[in-house]
């Protein structure tokens, strides 16, 4: 047994002394591929960062608990800047990557144990988009690890939500938060996800990052509701955001069209059609409500609530006449907030 | 020599018949679904071109193709789908919580790509009781679908759909404290605890109200609407309902939502005699406990005998049995009632039956789910192999007594091998109800009819308003195989001259004025008073369960606001031990106790005795004042127990 345990022993001195290699890809949504790694303190690194992703991100290596401090540090800085992080705890970082960019990243691991995070620093990702180096500390349950992004223990926790591979757009109707019980959650590319009240005919809110754990309401007998993973980046207004005319408005929720897997959600205000389609920002930064209504001959109120649209606001109120009203987009940004 | 050698094949046919299982006459077989498939079915459906569609609890609906044993997805992201129907093979319509939908495969890519909303013209709380079941479809295309009430398990959520209706409470207060006069279950927003009628252009009617948890909304072959429910307050035992438009079905918390009901009255308050005038009882009564706990789905069998001996007859599932119901159906006087009995018991069904189908080549194919209470997951076929097993095909009334059919000629039987019994089950707003009024009911006269396949019963007593439950001992056919189930429940609502008088249903006893509680002096110690002496609002005095002492015992009903008091008078001041006997099963039921009209703080906890018929002691001291003390026990939210009688005994 002893010379067993002693060519072990070598074996793993000899490991340590040469660069540990390693590849760290981004997933779109604001995830890294790993959620954390080991390495021994005092070691080599060479770790290949890719960036498969259709929007920039970096990587930043930052002393333990440090992470949010060198994330708010960073906020000053223009979107996209190359220029280098300048912060007592930052251990190693790479420049900003463009999509399909990719960069090696050699440093050494402290001497010191602990755990070490791993962020993406691009105004809005860091909130969501980091990892835990674990240098000599033993790793707990993914699915407990505080140190991990709230999505990645709970993909941990619920393996396999359902029978085909998950992939983006994805929608439930489910009970959500601030909605009325006939929400309906979206999840759609680059991590952008909403959520649209079909009790309402409205949207009610956005959020840039993962998309729901639907667990608290599948696991029994609906008694919960789905809980968010993500950042809240806009929230609706009280009002409806459309009016025709003075009259009251009776409307009435018809379903929806699956357009290559995003709904066309259909209403009717008074009986006339309304349909909204929403699609996510390319970068990954927002929605953009595209509304049709083709039958409109009134002008039509619309209230964007800190939203993007192709006219003159009063008091927070556009009118487009006819021509206008039958097809028109309101765009909500993520806006980074402290 | 011949003699014995005959006896001895006797013997040997006897031993070898003497087994029979169902699996002798039904195939189970488990159909394997999608990996990583949360596999709790809510819906079972067969398009025209054979191929069966499913909806699961996560809100996948799939298409298998039996000959290929393939599954294909074809729409996702629904919520709590809980059951679906077929208009092509490209169109399913499905219930989910917050609608009925239609789901269309316009483009013919084999998945849903229209999801049109036929219907959400009802409220929703966002409680998580208030389940939406359905739908089925009549003649003219209208679908019906079923709303379950909400339960006090939880309140509504801050946003509501739909008008909030609760006895003159607001939303605001009602969310913060919704046990305040909620009831146990619930319908705080419109038509929860109603069947619907679904035009084809999506108008939407209120149908039938007065159901707590319609699981089961399905047309037989003849045209009748069904609609099963769920054993809890107001429903003595799970029941079968056969429905028409405009009658009320029991449950009076969706009462709120009819055109000529008083805005602000509370359904709760009423008396349950009240109601009982009104409601049209249910045709079947599935016993608890030995028959079904959970009542699911009803299907007729319509495969014309491709499924065995029982065409025409009715099919219920059952969530915590391995069994499916078979319901004999029997028309009286022009009403509808009939007979319940276990169908494949332990034959290998999963637990949890909670959706059927018939396929175009006559099996049955069963879908189980659980929604984290009992039950169970997956999909399984049942074929029938071609044998008919020895079974009761028949259960009619007639003006004597019963006429049973089996489904193969009988072995001489004697009136000892029918043992009867009746028993009713209570019409208030408790939570279940025990078995009241049990009694056997002896065979006075029986008959082989001359196929030797029907039996005439003439039975002692026969009353309407009773479940009259038979046990049949050694019964065979006359090749001496037994029968397969031996015990059968017959509900008779009505006799064969139209007499459905049945006032022994309701709380007939209870008190809705309140009735003065006699004075007693204190004279020895112990001194025992029995609650008939009592005053009480609102509790019946009763004499149902036995085990009781004195003259009865009184029975709380309401959830809140009644009383039982006794009135003492003592020479002298002096602490006391108060002792109450009483019984109280399913749960427990804390009472306020009030000396003097003072409050004795911490409510006094009349906690589970296990059964209405096991009687306990619960122990309290009180300082009792010269003179008159009046003894109060009043409920405040969790009704009360049966009380017995008060003990008192100086310190």
Same mark, same amino acid.
């Given at each position: 047994?002893?010379?067993?345990?002693?060519?072990?022993?070598?074996? %793993?001195?000899?490991?340590?002394?040469?660069?540990?290699?390693?590849?760290?890809?981004?997933?779109?949504?604001?995830?890294?591929?790993?959620p954390?790694?080991?390495a021994?303190?005092?070691?080599?690194?060479e770790?290949?960062?890719?960036?498969?992703d259709?929007?920039?991100?970096?990587?930043?290596?930052?002393?333990?608990?440090?992470?949010?401090?060198?994330?708010?540090?960073t906020?000053?800085?223009?979107?996209d800047?190359?220029?280098?992080?300048?912060?007592?705890?930052?251990?190693?970082?790479?420049?900003?990557? $463009?999509?399909?960019?990719?960069?090696?990243?050699?440093?050494?691991?402290?001497?010191?144990?602990?755990?070490?995070?791993?962020?993406?620093?691009?105004?809005?990702?860091?909130?969501?988009?980091?990892?835990?180096?674990?240098?000599?500390?033993?790793?707990?349950?993914?699915a407990?690890?505080?140190h991990?992004?709230?999505?990645?223990?709970?993909?941990?926790?619920? %393996?396999?939500?359902?029978?085909?591979?998950? *992939?983006?757009?994805l929608?439930? *109707?489910?009970?959500?938060?601030?909605?009325?019980p006939?929400?309906?959650?979206?999840?759609?590319?680059?991590?952008?996800? =909403?959520?649209?009240?079909?009790?309402q005919?409205?949207?009610? =809110?956005?959020?840039?990052?993962?998309?729901?754990?639907?667990?608290?309401?599948? *696991?029994?007998?609906?008694?919960?509701?789905?809980?968010?993973?993500?950042?809240?980046?806009?929230?609706?207004? $009280?009002?409806?955001?459309?009016?025709?005319?003075? %009259?009251?408005?009776?409307?009435?929720?018809?379903? =929806?069209?699956?357009?290559?897997?995003?709904?066309?959600?259909?209403?009717?205000?008074?009986?006339?059609?309304?349909?909204?389609?929403?699609?996510?920002?390319?970068?990954?930064?927002?929605?953009?409500?595209?509304?049709?209504?083709?039958?409109?001959?009134?002008?039509?109120?619309?209230?964007?609530?800190?939203?993007?649209?192709?006219?003159?606001?009063?008091?927070?109120?556009?009118?487009?006449?006819?021509?206008? %009203? $039958?097809?028109?987009?309101i765009?909500?940004?993520? *806006?980074?907030? $402290? | 020599?011949?003699?014995?050698?005959?006896?001895?094949?006797?013997?040997?046919?006897?031993?070898?018949?003497?087994?029979?299982?169902?699996?002798?006459?039904?195939?189970?077989?488990?159909?394997?679904?999608?990996?990583?498939?949360?596999? /709790?079915?809510?819906?079972?459906?067969?398009?025209?071109?054979g191929?069966?569609?499913?909806?699961?609890?996560?809100?996948?609906v799939?298409?298998y &193709?039996?000959?290929?044993?393939?599954?294909?997805?074809?729409?996702?992201?629904?919520?709590?789908?809980?059951?679906?129907?077929?208009?092509?093979?490209?169109?399913?319509?499905?219930?989910?919580?917050?609608?009925? +939908?239609?789901?269309?495969?316009?483009? &013919?890519?084999?998945?849903?790509?229209?999801?049109?909303?036929?219907?959400?013209?009802?409220?929703?709380?966002?409680?998580?009781?208030?389940?939406?079941?359905?739908?089925?479809?009549?003649?003219?295309?209208?679908?019906?679908?079923?709303?379950n009430?909400?339960?006090?398990?939880?309140?509504?959520?801050?946003?509501?759909r739909?008008?909030?209706?609760?006895?003159?409470?607001?939303?605001?207060?009602?969310?913060?404290?919704?046990?305040?006069?909620?009831?146990?279950?619930y319908?705080?927003?419109?038509?929860r605890?109603?069947?619907?009628?679904?035009?084809?252009d999506?108008?939407?009617?209120?149908?039938?109200?007065?159901?707590?948890?319609?699981?089961?909304?399905?047309?037989?072959?003849?045209?009748?609407?069904?609609?099963?429910?769920?054993?809890?307050?107001?429903?003595? !035992?799970?029941?079968?309902?056969?429905?028409?438009?405009?009658?009320f079905?029991?449950?009076?918390?969706?009462?709120?939502w009819?055109?000529?009901?008083?805005?602000?009255?509370?359904?709760?308050?009423?008396?349950?005699?009240?109601y009982?005038?009104?409601? !049209?009882?249910?045709?079947?009564?599935?016993?608890?406990?030995?028959?079904?706990?959970?009542? +699911?789905?009803?299907?007729?069998?319509?495969?014309?005998?491709?499924?065995?001996?029982?065409?025409?007859?009715?099919?219920?599932?059952?969530?915590?049995?391995?069994?499916?119901?078979?319901?004999l159906?029997?028309?009286?006087?022009?009403?509808?009632?009939?007979?319940?009995?276990?169908?494949?018991?332990?034959?290998?069904?999963?637990?949890?039956?909670?959706?059927?189908?018939?396929?175009?080549?006559?099996s049955?194919?069963?879908g189980?789910?659980?929604?984290?209470?009992?039950?169970?997951?997956?999909? /399984?076929?049942?074929?029938?192999?071609?044998?008919?097993?020895?079974?009761?095909?028949?259960?009619?009334?007639?003006?004597?007594?019963?006429?049973?059919?089996?489904?193969?000629?009988?072995?001489?039987?004697?009136?000892?091998?029918?043992?009867?019994?009746?028993?009713?089950?209570?019409?208030?707003?408790?939570?279940g109800?025990? &078995?009241?009024?049990?009694?056997?009911?002896?065979?006075?006269?029986?008959?082989?009819?001359?196929?030797?396949?029907t039996?005439?019963?003439?039975?002692?007593?026969?009353?309407?308003?009773?479940?009259?439950?038979?046990?049949?001992k050694?019964?065979?056919?006359?090749?001496?195989?037994?029968?397969?189930?031996?015990?059968?429940?017959?509900?008779l609502?009505?006799?064969?001259?139209?007499?459905?008088?049945?006032?022994?249903l !309701?709380?007939?006893g209870?008190?809705? &004025?309140?009735?003065?509680?006699?004075?007693?002096?204190?004279?020895?110690?112990?001194?025992?008073?029995?609650?008939?002496?009592?005053?009480?609002?609102?509790?019946?005095?009763?004499?149902?369960?036995s085990?009781?002492?004195?003259?009865?015992?009184?029975?709380?009903?309401?959830?809140s606001?009644?009383?039982?008091?006794?009135?003492?008078t003592?020479?002298?001041?002096g602490?006391?031990?108060?002792?109450?006997?009483?019984?109280?099963?399913?749960?427990?039921?804390?009472?306020?106790?009030?000396?003097?009209?003072?409050?004795i703080?911490?409510?006094?906890?009349?906690?589970?005795?296990?059964?209405?018929?096991?009687?306990?002691?619960?122990?309290?001291?009180?300082?009792?004042?010269?003179?008159?003390?009046?003894?109060?026990?009043?409920?405040?939210?969790?009704?009360?127990?049966?009380?017995?009688?008060?003990?008192?005994?100086?310190?």
């Amino acid at each position: 047994m002893r010379p067993l345990a002693l060519a072990l022993f070598t074996f %793993a001195i000899s490991i340590s002394a040469a660069p540990l290699k390693l590849t760290l890809s981004t997933v779109p949504g604001l995830q890294f591929d790993k959620p954390r790694f080991t390495a021994e303190p005092g070691q080599a690194i060479e770790l290949t960062f890719k960036n498969p992703d259709d929007m920039a991100h970096n990587l930043v290596f930052t002393r333990p608990g440090q992470r949010m401090a060198v994330v708010q540090a960073t906020l000053a800085l223009p979107p996209d800047s190359n220029r280098p992080i300048e912060h007592q705890a930052v251990l190693a970082q790479t420049r900003t990557l $463009k999509p399909n960019e990719s960069i090696v990243l050699k440093f050494t691991t402290p001497k010191a144990r602990g755990i070490y995070p791993y962020v993406c620093t691009l105004p809005g990702h860091g909130l969501l988009m980091y990892g835990a180096l674990y240098i000599g500390e033993p790793m707990p349950d993914l699915a407990k690890d505080t140190h991990v992004p709230p999505l990645a223990r709970a993909k941990s926790a619920n %393996a396999s939500l359902h029978a085909w591979p998950h *992939r983006r757009p994805l929608m439930y *109707r489910i009970f959500m938060p601030d909605a009325s019980p006939a929400a309906i959650a979206v999840a759609l590319p680059h991590g952008v996800s =909403y959520c649209w009240d079909a009790g309402q005919c409205r949207l009610r =809110y956005a959020w840039i990052g993962g998309f729901v754990d639907p667990m608290p309401v599948w *696991r029994g007998n609906g008694n919960g509701l789905a809980k968010i993973i993500g950042d809240p980046f806009w929230v609706a207004p $009280k009002v409806f955001p459309l009016k025709v005319g003075r %009259a009251l408005q009776k409307i009435e929720f018809k379903g =929806y069209r699956k357009i290559k897997g995003h709904p066309e959600f259909h209403y009717t205000i008074n009986g006339l059609d309304v349909y909204e389609h929403i699609t996510a920002l390319p970068n990954g930064m927002g929605l953009t409500r595209h509304f049709r209504i083709p039958k409109i001959t009134a002008p039509l109120s619309v209230t964007p609530g800190h939203g993007e649209i192709d006219a003159a606001l009063t008091n927070g109120v556009a009118v487009l006449p006819p021509a206008k %009203a $039958k097809a028109f987009t309101i765009t909500h940004h993520h *806006r980074h907030q $402290k | 020599m011949k003699r014995a050698l005959l006896s001895f094949a006797l013997l040997l046919a006897g031993t070898a018949l003497s087994a029979p299982s169902i699996h002798d006459y039904y195939k189970v077989e488990t159909i394997a679904v999608p990996k990583g498939l949360d596999a /709790q079915i809510g819906g079972l459906t067969f398009l025209p071109d054979g191929r069966l569609a499913a909806c699961f609890h996560r809100g996948e609906v799939y298409l298998y &193709q039996p000959k290929t044993k393939e599954w294909t997805l074809f729409a996702d992201g629904l919520h709590e789908p809980l059951g679906i129907m077929a208009e092509d093979n490209q169109t399913l319509v499905v219930m989910q919580r917050p609608e009925l +939908t239609r789901l269309k495969d316009t483009d &013919q890519d084999g998945e849903a790509d229209h999801y049109q909303t036929l219907s959400d013209q009802f409220g929703m709380t966002g409680n998580y009781h208030e389940f939406a079941f359905g739908p089925t479809r009549d003649q003219k295309g209208n679908y019906y679908v079923g709303l379950n009430l909400a339960s006090s398990g939880a309140s509504i959520r801050p946003e509501i759909r739909g008008e909030f209706r609760h006895y003159g409470i607001t939303r605001e207060q009602f969310y913060l404290n919704h046990r305040a006069g909620a009831g146990r279950m619930y319908s705080a927003a419109p038509f929860r605890g109603w069947i619907l009628k679904i035009a084809p252009d999506g108008k939407t009617t209120p149908f039938a109200p007065g159901f707590r948890s319609p699981n089961g909304v399905n047309f037989d072959n003849a045209g009748r609407l069904w609609v099963t429910d769920n054993q809890g307050d107001w429903l003595g !035992t799970s029941k079968l309902f056969h429905v028409k438009e405009g009658n009320f079905y029991g449950h009076p918390a969706s009462l709120v939502w009819t055109r000529q009901w008083e805005v602000g009255r509370n359904p709760l308050k009423v008396s349950p005699t009240e109601y009982d005038t009104q409601r !049209t009882r249910a045709a079947v009564l599935f016993p608890q406990g030995s028959m079904a706990n959970s009542p +699911t789905q009803m299907l007729s069998d319509t495969t014309g005998g491709k499924f065995g001996p029982f065409a025409g007859q009715l099919l219920v599932g059952e969530m915590n049995r391995s069994r499916i119901l078979r319901v004999l159906v029997d028309e009286v006087s022009g009403q509808t009632q009939g007979a319940c009995l276990p169908f494949i018991d332990n034959g290998g069904l999963h637990r949890g039956m909670h959706r059927f189908a018939f396929a175009p080549d006559g099996s049955l194919w069963v879908g189980a789910t659980h929604l984290s209470w009992a039950g169970g997951t997956g999909l /399984q076929r049942v074929t029938w192999t071609g044998k008919t097993p020895m079974e009761i095909s028949g259960m009619k009334l007639t003006e004597r007594g019963f006429d049973l059919t089996f489904t193969h000629p009988l072995s001489q039987v004697e009136a000892a091998q029918f043992e009867f019994q009746r028993y009713f089950y209570k019409y208030h707003q408790s939570y279940g109800s025990p &078995q009241l009024g049990k009694e056997p009911i002896a065979v006075t006269a029986l008959e082989t009819g001359k196929n030797e396949r029907t039996v005439s019963l003439a039975l002692d007593k026969l009353n309407p308003g009773y479940v009259y439950q038979l046990n049949l001992k050694n019964v065979t056919a006359k090749d001496q195989t037994p029968l397969l189930n031996t015990f059968i429940c017959y509900t008779l609502n009505t006799l064969t001259n139209g007499d459905d008088k049945a006032p022994h249903l !309701t709380t007939s006893g209870s008190s809705i &004025q309140p009735i003065k509680a006699q004075s007693v002096e204190l004279t020895k110690s112990p001194q025992i008073l029995d609650a008939v002496i009592a005053g009480r609002k609102g509790p019946a005095f009763e004499r149902h369960n036995s085990g009781y002492t004195g003259k009865g015992y009184a029975d709380f009903n309401a959830g809140s606001g009644e009383y039982l008091e006794w009135l003492v008078t003592t020479k002298e001041a002096g602490k006391c031990h108060l002792t109450f006997r009483y019984a109280v099963a399913g749960g427990n039921r804390p009472l306020h106790l009030k000396l003097n009209g003072k409050l004795i703080q911490k409510p006094l906890p009349f906690n589970d005795t296990g059964s209405w018929t096991t009687w306990k002691d619960l122990s309290v001291e009180a300082a009792l004042r010269k003179g008159e003390n009046l003894i109060r026990l009043e409920s405040y939210g969790a009704s009360g127990p049966n009380v017995d009688r008060l003990t008192l005994e100086r310190r």
